[in-house]
């Protein structure tokens, strides 16, 4: 079992910047990959972010690169999304999931229905 708790949500002008944290609790944080994802209203939740077990390996929906950053501190048990540059269209809740799949330790996964573990989300709120 992975509880998950995101924070650092809020209300931002275009053009500036976020940071969302994820704190990780239960099956060790180290062992599973971990991914970002978001829903607007009235859309279907996307993906946005996942980065590997250790760190070592992240992919991007199109939308976020180079804009975004995925990282997460294994000691803290926490996962980040940096968030610079926004854009209204990236108004959504975002929330953060947790992949304990054995085949995530090697191959990084964007659809949601990979992602068994799922915190409550968290307001982002950019304005032109």
């Known amino acids: 079992q992975v509880q998950l708790v995101e924070s650092g949500g809020g209300l931002m002008q275009a053009g500036g910047s976020l940071r969302l944290s994820c704190v990780a609790s239960?099956?060790?944080?180290?062992?599973?990959?971990m991914g970002w994802f978001r829903q607007a209203p009235g859309k279907e939740r996307e993906f946005v972010a996942a980065v590997k077990w250790d760190g070592s390996n992240t992919y991007y929906a199109d939308s976020v690169k180079g804009r975004f950053t995925i990282s997460r501190d294994n000691v803290k048990n926490t996962l980040y999304l940096q968030m610079n540059s926004l854009k209204p269209e990236d108004t959504a809740v975002y929330y953060c999931?947790?992949?304990?799949?054995?085949?995530?330790?090697?191959?990084?996964?964007?659809?949601?229905?990979?992602?068994?573990?799922w915190g409550q989300g968290t307001q982002v709120t950019v304005s032109s």
């Open positions: 239960g099956r060790t944080f180290s062992t599973y990959a």
């Open positions: 999931a947790a992949d304990t799949s054995p085949r995530a330790r090697f191959v990084l996964n964007s659809r949601s229905s990979e992602y068994a573990y």
